[in-house]
């Protein structure tokens, strides 16, 4: 008897229920981006400062991933728009499962944009599909430019990476020009983009390549 190793068939019914997710956002045009970081890199007041920014009128909700507490669900439920917190208990990343669990309830069809934000990890979260669009990577230049090569599963399968805290570049050694090209040593195609949710500085830029993710798919 052949033994399908664990890991392996875990996969094969994540991505079986992946596969549904995907094609109930097709068929309501609902855009699910997943957005992947270590912990602290500044997913949460990113997606403050993007829900911050939207008009109320806006068909957006968001999914947030963490291991033990709803702090980012709160945090994001301030802007009047549908958060909801999956507690892992434990688990390192998000699963379709969680996902589909989650998503119970919600219209689908009053959504445009579903913004999920994976639990605060580098690894595990890269493996699982949920049915996104794209996967999205955020790098702090507080983690050292070399994370692309120590990493490289998430950097290889993101379509854009974000370099966070860029009003830390002043304090820290992060090379910008070094972290982009190993990120593109392994995804040419990757889209790069620099902002600081702190200060504004290229929120802009963000804003707009969402909008574009919203409208006409991936840029
Ligand atoms: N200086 C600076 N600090 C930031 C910026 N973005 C986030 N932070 C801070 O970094 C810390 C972590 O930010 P979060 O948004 O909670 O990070 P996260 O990726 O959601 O963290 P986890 O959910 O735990 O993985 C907080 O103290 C933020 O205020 C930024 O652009 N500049
Ligand atoms: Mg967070």
């Given at each position: 008897m052949s033994r399908i190793p664990l890991e392996r068939k875990v996969l094969g019914e994540n991505d079986r229920i992946a596969a549904g997710l995907r094609e109930r956002f097709a068929a309501h045009q609902v855009r699910c981006l997943n957005l992947i970081s270590?912990?602290?890199?500044?997913k949460t007041l990113l997606l403050e400062k993007t829900l911050g920014s939207?008009?109320?009128?806006?068909?957006v909700a968001v999914l947030t991933g963490d291991i033990q507490t709803d702090n980012d669900a709160v945090r994001l439920g301030r802007y009047g728009f549908p958060v909801r917190q999956i507690t892992?208990?434990?688990?390192c990343h998000l699963d379709a499962r969680m996902v589909d669990r989650a998503l119970e309830?919600?219209?689908?069809?009053?959504?445009?944009l579903l913004l999920i934000e994976n639990v605060?990890?580098?690894?595990?979260?890269?493996?699982?599909?949920?049915?996104?669009e794209a996967k999205i990577v955020l790098l702090s230049v507080?983690?050292?430019?070399?994370k692309p090569l120590k990493y490289p599963g998430i950097f290889s399968r993101a379509s854009l990476m974000v370099l966070t805290k860029i009003d830390l570049l002043p304090y820290v050694p992060f090379d910008v020009g070094k972290a982009v090209e190993y990120a593109r040593g392994l995804n040419p195609a990757m889209d790069v983009m620099e902002l600081s949710a702190m200060t504004g500085q290229g929120l802009g830029n963000w804003m707009a390549w969402l909008d574009s993710a919203a409208t006409h798919g991936m840029p």
């Open positions: 270590s912990p602290g890199s500044g939207f008009r109320p009128d806006r068909r892992t208990a434990g688990a309830g919600w219209q689908l069809a009053g959504l445009d605060g990890n580098l690894v595990c979260p890269t493996s699982y599909d949920l049915g996104e507080t983690e050292g430019e070399d």
